[in-house]
DNA sequence: CTGCGTTGTCATGCG
DNA sequence: CGCGCATGACAACGC
């Protein structure tokens, strides 16, 4: 959207821009699946050898023993190499601060009151969060927008696929995977980032969770380090809540997509995907505008686009709002077409109006003829697609076989027409063929050859003002003969400027569609994106807390007994240490680190 | 006959 | 002020 406004705020039409655009938007994109595939093969058994390396990697200081000796509260072990397998499966490039990062896993912790059932206490922290339900709205507006999106393109034959993905498509793959995956949708990933903070802070603190979203869900910024984007929309996975029995949300382990070889990984990747598995229903079966309503007003949505535009194919009114600002870029269009009209006009020809010529017209109607939607109207368009006015008057003939009210005629047509109506002329092949020619002329020539006007109604509209008035001066003419040539003239003047207008008009309305249907791509892409990201988001989430879960189970007392998550938890250092620190004091720190984004936004 | 689309015309405003 | 153009509104016309 901003795209477009942007575009029209430079005055130029989308046309100029639009090619340079799209390659750099498809350039993106190209590197955007590249990351995404880069990231699937994420070694299953990478966290096993790591948590092996850690316990004897001693290159930076910072390792651990695997016996933590005796009593010891905080107990400082490795994971740099954590860090750093984390890092290379980053979908964001090597942006991605990782260290810094890692802590936007803060859901990622064990929380004390998780259900007792679950392994360990250590699967659950990722898949039980609570959700807000600020990402909720954000994110059932993405979901119908994207939903009508899908809906505007299977109804209509168009070039681009949006989620019309091959069957080899990783991600319609995993959308159809979604509804019989049992897994937690309850993900809360908002407190995903905690980015640039130099203090040491709790890791996996179950604190930090409750925290306020404290970054605004519009864009999802490239930046890893940027903790608005992660907290925008991961509320995504609560969808599926809404249209799966809640049972199915409680076992953990299961079956991973086919292109998730972890059996990790693949979790979250497959209940991300729900929401989009909605869009793939809503593609096979048709969208089903009632039930969506009903969900849209569950959710209290504003979504920009209304349903109803990718249903009705002329529904110019419900698009008008969206592309209201797009008029000045057609207008552009409009004024140069009006100049060469103009222009045109001013070069005398011997029959016929010089009309509104626009070299637009006929790409207006081969690329409606592509586009999306509306096809209905360009078929009308196609009907009322205008005729040139010379061509027209060049055959005057053909003027009786379509619809044309147009009055202009030959000038031979002058000499065979009477003053009086039709109907009182009497039959014979003369006559009829006089009557045939006298329907052709306008009231106007009627009008002048009542009044003997010496020459023809073309020359009278179409020279120009300085021939026009050495004509007069040629002919001795009364002054109802002068008055009735000028309204001649005043009236075929104007009535090449309606036509004109007219041909503005739907030029205009053709423009706006074409902007309409660009818009409603970008969006759907942007949609896509964002989407996209989301699924690499998830998986990274997902690893890190694989990985924090393979730690923290590795870690012994004293005695040899694993760590009780209830009690202990492992927090990250700024100088690079991962701690293994008692819950009470974690949660102290967290709620510290909770405070501090507030205030600063005060 | 009615509805609708097309076209011509008029009135008006603007440059 | 006249002219040309653009455009909204209206009416006529044909299907």
Redesign the pocket.
């Known amino acids: 959207m901003n795209e477009a406004v942007l575009d029209i705020d430079l005055g130029a039409g989308r046309e100029i821009f639009d090619y340079s655009h799209r390659q750099k938007e498809q350039d993106v994109d190209k590197e955007l699946q590249d990351g995404a595939e880069q990231e699937d093969p994420w070694p299953g058994e990478g966290a096993e050898a790591l948590a092996r390396n850690l316990l004897v990697d001693g290159e930076t200081g910072e390792s651990f023993p695997a016996q933590v000796p005796g009593g010891e509260d905080q107990t400082a072990l490795s994971l740099e190499e954590c860090l750093r397998l984390l890092e290379a499966t980053c979908p964001f490039g090597e942006n991605a601060e990782f260290p810094a990062d890692i802590s936007s896993v803060t859901e990622a912790v064990p929380s004390e009151s998780e259900p007792p059932g679950l392994q360990n206490n250590l699967l659950s922290p990722l898949l039980t969060g609570t959700e807000s339900p600020f990402d909720l709205e954000q994110q059932w507006q993405d979901l119908m927008s994207i939903m009508e999106m899908q809906a505007m393109e299977v109804n209509t034959s168009t070039s681009e696929i949006l989620y019309d993905a091959p069957p080899g498509d990783p991600l319609s793959t995993n959308y159809s995977l979604a509804p019989n995956t049992p897994i937690n949708q309850n993900v809360s990933l908002h407190q995903a980032s905690l980015g640039g903070c130099s203090q040491d802070f709790s890791l996996f603190s179950p604190e930090v969770e409750s925290l306020p979203v404290a970054g605004s869900s519009t864009l999802l910024p490239l930046v890893p380090s940027n903790s608005t984007s992660l907290n925008s929309t991961f509320g995504s996975t609560n969808l599926a809540g809404l249209f799966f029995p809640p049972q199915l949300n409680g076992t953990a382990n299961d079956t991973a997509g086919p292109e998730l070889p972890d059996p990790l990984g693949g979790l979250l990747d497959e209940a991300m995907l729900d929401e989009i598995s909605l869009m793939d229903l809503a593609i096979e079966e048709g969208f089903n505008p009632v039930q969506a309503s009903q969900l849209e007003e569950e959710f209290d949505s504003d979504s920009g686009l209304s349903l109803d535009s990718s249903h009705s194919p002329s529904s110019l009114s419900s698009s008008e709002g969206s592309s209201s600002s797009s008029s000045s870029s057609s207008?552009s269009s409009?004024s140069s077409s009006?100049?060469t009209?103009?222009s045109a006009?001013?070069s005398f020809s011997e029959e016929g109006a010089v009309g509104?010529s626009s070299d637009s017209e006929t790409l207006d109607l081969e690329e409606a003829e592509g586009a999306v939607g509306y096809q209905p109207e360009y078929s009308?368009?196609c009907?009322?697609?205008?005729?040139d006015?010379a061509q027209l008057s060049c055959l005057p003939y053909l003027e009786?076989v379509?619809?044309?009210?147009?009055?202009?005629m030959a000038p031979s047509a002058l000499d065979s027409a009477d003053l009086p109506p039709p109907s009182t002329l009497k039959k014979g092949s003369k006559e009829k063929q006089a009557d045939f020619l006298d329907?052709q002329m306008?009231?106007?020539e009627h009008r002048a050859r009542a009044m003997k006007i010496p020459f023809t109604n073309d020359k009278i509209i179409n020279l120009?003002?300085e021939e026009?008035n050495e004509l007069l001066s040629k002919y001795q003419l009364s002054e109802a003969q002068l008055s009735l040539i000028?309204?001649i003239?005043?009236?075929?003047?104007?009535?090449?400027?309606?036509?004109?207008?007219?041909k503005?008009?739907l030029d205009t309305i053709l423009n706006l569609e074409r902007d309409v249907e660009d818009l409603q791509r970008d969006k759907a892409r942007l949609l896509r994106e964002k989407v996209e990201f989301l699924r690499s988001l998830r998986q990274m989430k997902q690893k890190v807390q694989s990985l924090y879960q393979e730690v923290f189970g590795r870690l012994r007392d004293e005695n040899g007994r694993p760590y009780s998550p209830s009690q202990y938890a492992l927090q990250y250092a700024g100088d690079g240490s991962v701690l293994l620190i008692p819950r009470t004091l974690a949660d102290q720190q967290a709620r510290r680190q909770e405070r501090k984004p507030k205030d600063r936004r005060k």
Do not use: E, I, L
């Not at 009907?383 to 005729?387: I, K, V």
């Open positions: 207008s409009s009006s100049s009209s103009s006009s001013s509104y009308k368009f009907r009322m697609s205008y005729q006015p009786h379509g619809h044309n009210h147009t009055y202009n329907k306008s009231r106007d120009p003002v026009f000028r309204d003239r005043r009236r075929g003047k104007n009535k090449m400027a309606a036509q004109n207008c007219r503005r008009k």
